[in-house]
């Protein structure tokens, strides 16, 4: 299997492909705006929370492989990814398919790249071959925290095919 094929596959795997965790997607199909801002404890992060600072770290790889370092998110800190905007369902819904947008965006320009420009340098990062593959670790790890949120609310299903 080459590079291309194993990062496709576990790229999917954190958006909407079954594998050893449960695809973003489908862990986020119901949560309502009440369990996206829940906290078991003062000063943990949210489920929105999380998935804001998910898209950040997309979001900016994206742009910068696009050589649009001009539009990409800032933060002052890591901390700062977590941001959330004013707290409306919209701004929930808005949130999510944003993510689910530069989700699949980086999917299709993994896709269609050739493999020299998925291993040529990204401004201020490694190429993008290395970095989807820590964003797709990333991902895993945030989505596990996600599930267990969910899990803590109630809201996972007790009965689901993955």
Known sequence: MDVRTLLLKQWASCLDKEDWFPPLEKVLENITLEQAIWTPVEGEHCIWELVCH???YEKRILLRFLGETANEPKAENNDATYR???ETF????ETKQEYFSVHREL???LAKSELED???PIPDDNPLVLELKSLAMHNAYHIGQIVFLSKMQGAWAGKRSF
């Open 118 to 120: 998925l291993y040529r």
């Open 107 to 109: 999917e299709k320009i």
């Open 90 to 93: 919209q701004n929930w819904k």
């Open 84 to 86: 959330l905007p004013t």
């Open 54 to 56: 998910l898209l950040f």
